[in-house]
Antibody
Framework: EVQLVQSGAEVKKPGESLKISCKGS????????IGWVRQMPGKGLEWMGI????????RYSPSFQGQVTISADKSISTAYLQWSSLKASDTAMYYC????????????????WGQGTLVTVSS | QSALTQPASVSGSPGQSITISCTGT?????????VSWYQQHPGKAPKLMIY???NRPSGVSNRFSGSKSGNTASLTISGLQAEDEADYYC??????????FGGGTKLTVL
């Protein structure tokens, strides 16, 4: 069974750094792009970026370029999403998901999804 | 890039059919066959229901179907069941080389 398991909920203060993880299993981790999707409280879904663990090729949505860093460690089948200086507006649920279809370097569907990591940023 | 437009809510009785629309422009929904649909139950992760406008992943009930006409894509659920009550999101590739989601539709099974 293809599965993505994310790290647990985090509570941080503004200005702090954070790195959350997403571990893949049940498939060849290095052969599929992994994406990150944000869902702010009570809101819809927003695509943030993707990474190809095989060679760490990374693409970002224009809305998130420079705001976060996506990385991967293929030796442990894990992708990461990190912030260097959190803001209150980063409070959201973050999902990782395996990319099912790509066009011109952009994902157009995701399956399956991780269970989500809730990040709360508050002073 | 503006979000795709979905109705905030739709409802139906068990056994009925409902359709959720997803309206974009010729730069996204109307220009490409790269529309997908996701189901999200409260407190759960999204689940892929339809990809590339009409394709249903393995394991998804054939009560779910997708279509597109012009700049509007649609998700139809036939034989409505209580377990279908959830939020539904559409997404589309865009000519700006990005992915945009709809605002989501809350489906209530009466």
């Amino acid at each position: 069974e293809v599965q993505l398991v994310q790290s647990g909920a985090e509570v941080k203060k503004p200005g702090e750094s954070l790195k959350i993880s997403c571990k893949g299993s049940g498939y060849t981790f290095t052969s599929y792009w992994i994406g990150w999707v944000r869902q702010m409280p009570g809101k819809g879904l927003e695509w943030m970026g993707i990474i190809y663990p095989g060679d760490s090729d990374t693409r970002y949505s224009p809305s998130f370029q420079g705001q976060v860093t996506i990385s991967a460690d293929k030796s442990i089948s894990t992708a990461y999403l990190q912030w260097s200086s959190l803001k209150a507006s980063d409070t959201a649920m973050y999902y990782c998901a395996r990319v099912g279809g790509m066009v011109r370097g952009v994902p157009h569907w995701f399956d399956p999804w991780g269970q989500g990591t809730l990040v709360t940023v508050s002073s | 890039q503006s979000a795709l437009t979905q109705p905030a809510s739709v409802s139906g009785s068990p056994g009925q059919s409902i359709t959720i629309s997803c309206t974009g422009t010729s730069s996204d929904v109307g220009g490409y066959n790269y529309v997908s649909w996701y189901q999200q139950h409260p407190g759960k992760a999204p689940k892929l229901m339809i990809y590339d406008v009409t394709n249903r992943p393995s394991g998804v009930s054939n009560r779910f179907s997708g279509s597109k006409s012009g700049n509007t894509a649609s998700l139809t659920i036939s034989g409505l069941q209580a377990e279908d009550e959830a939020d539904y999101y559409c997404s589309s590739y865009t000519s700006s080389s990005t992915l945009v989601f709809g605002g989501g539709t809350k489906l209530t099974v009466l």
